[in-house]
């Protein structure tokens, strides 16, 4: 869609990330993520993630925050949020009325879903199992070795 991308990932997938299109790719662990003035942030971990993402925030940019894999962080510098000027925007699907639920979805349809059928736009799989065996899906999914979606075939 046009953006410049930067993603953070754990060092095993940062090559795939490459192959995926993404313009910059930084191992999370990495004390400096090596970039700066970044306009918007997309953040599914949360916890010591959040004062890292308005490190690298230009002034005015904006954090959404979509998850919280981490948990919430253990204490929050509120001065970063305030000397950038930023916005830090909370949300989730599972907790808006259903016709919000609704006007998004035809939104996904109408704007989203075309762009698979010209391949603008891909799934990624990393693997599928049988239903029967998704506790090795599981497992699979908690080896943090996955590139993409884990399936469950019936």
Same mark, same amino acid.
Do not use: C
């Given at each position: 869609m046009g953006a410049f991308v930067a993603t953070t990932a754990s060092a095993g997938k940062l090559d795939s990330l490459r192959a995926l299109g993404a313009d910059v790719v930084i191992d999370r662990a990495s004390a400096d993520w090596g970039v700066s003035d970044v306009d918007v942030v997309l953040d599914v971990v949360g916890g010591d993630y959040c004062e890292r993402?308005? %490190?690298?925030?230009?002034?005015?940019? @904006?954090?959404?925050?979509?998850?919280?894999?981490? %948990?919430?962080?253990?204490?929050?510098?509120?001065?970063?949020?305030?000397?950038?000027?930023?916005?830090?925007?909370? @949300?989730?699907?599972?907790?808006?009325?259903?016709?919000?639920?609704?006007?998004? @979805?035809?939104?996904?349809?109408?704007?989203?879903?075309? &762009?698979?059928?010209?391949?603008? &736009?891909?799934?990624?799989?990393?693997?599928r199992f049988a239903l029967d065996d998704a506790p090795a899906a599981h497992e699979h999914l908690e080896s943090n070795q996955t590139i993409g979606k884990v399936l469950l075939t019936l």
């Open positions: 993402n308005f %490190g690298v925030l230009r002034t005015k940019g @904006t954090v959404v925050q979509v998850g919280t894999m981490a %948990g919430t962080p253990p204490s929050f510098n509120v001065g970063l949020l305030m000397m950038k000027r930023a916005t830090w925007i909370g @949300t989730t699907l599972r907790a808006r009325p259903i016709e919000e639920k609704i006007a998004l @979805t035809q939104r996904f349809v109408r704007e989203v879903l075309p &762009l698979f059928d010209t391949g603008a &736009l891909r799934p990624i799989i990393d693997s």
